[in-house]
């Protein structure tokens, strides 16, 4: 069975400081890959999307890049993170573009 | 574009009773719909999904949703609420009719609360 793994589960970080965020997905080949970013526990904000190795699409601007550097680990970064980088980070996953898997998520406050 | 309301910030309903969400969406042609939970601090988890044939689908933990092509609705439903229940649930369409990459609407989300 396939499953999805994030970490880590929660961190903190000052403000002008990188970031790393790492998925990874096990029992499937050639997923496609999302990075989701949840704030004050609402609505979710597309923020990557990845359809194979070093395919990366960027749904908005912002402070963040993302990184496909095998077939299933997805890497979320910031060189210097900002206030407003704060959220829930989810990374999920699909076959053929139907359901999405999601992880269980990374806290990141930034202060 | 394509879009995806739910109207109801939060549902309210009594244990026992019977639960309905609401969702309504917006799509060029027919489209694919689904239904997440989220419970707090955890990931979304898929729960069902309309993509052809019957218009009441049967998902996990005893929901439901009926697609209804005339009203555009996608609404979840379950019979008898449990406490368990109570959770965040989120509607989500895709347009398989769009070419390329199919980017999934996420709506805004439901707070349900089941009162004991």
């Known amino acids: 069975s396939q499953t999805i793994h994030q970490w880590p589960a929660t961190l903190v970080q000052p403000v002008g400081s990188p970031l790393s965020l790492e998925c990874t997905v096990e029992?499937?080949?050639?997923?496609?890959l999302y990075w989701y970013r949840q704030a004050a526990g609402r609505g979710l904000q597309l923020l990557f999307y990845?359809?194979?190795?070093?395919?990366i699409s960027s749904e908005v601007p912002q402070n963040l890049s993302a990184s496909r550097p095998q077939d299933r680990q997805f890497i979320l970064s910031s060189k210097k993170l900002l206030l407003s980088d704060s959220g829930f980070y989810l990374c999920?996953?699909?076959?053929?573009?139907?359901?999405?898997?999601f992880g269980p998520g990374t806290r990141l406050t930034v202060l | 574009a394509q879009s995806v309301a739910q109207p109801e910030d939060q549902v309210n309903v009594a244990e026992g009773n019977p639960l309905t969400v609401k969702c309504t969406y917006s799509?060029?042609?027919?489209?694919?719909l689904f239904w997440y939970v989220q419970y707090p601090n955890r990931g979304l988890q898929f729960l069902l999904k309309?993509?052809?044939?019957?218009?009441l689908v049967k998902g996990s933990y005893g929901f439901e949703a009926e697609f209804n092509k005339s009203q555009t609705s996608f609404h979840l439903k379950k019979p008898s609420a449990l406490v368990s229940d109570s959770a965040l649930y989120f509607c989500?369409?895709?347009?398989?009719?769009?070419?390329?990459?199919?980017?999934?609407?996420f709506g805004t989300g439901t707070k349900l609360q089941v009162i004991p």
């Open positions: 309309y993509i052809t044939g019957d218009n």
């Open positions: 799509v060029s042609g027919n489209p694919y």
């Open positions: 989500a369409v895709r347009d398989p009719n769009s070419g390329g990459y199919q980017k999934v609407t």
């Open positions: 029992g499937t080949s050639n997923p496609n």
């Open positions: 999920a996953w699909t076959e053929q573009y139907n359901e999405q898997f």
């Open positions: 990845s359809v194979g190795i070093g395919q």
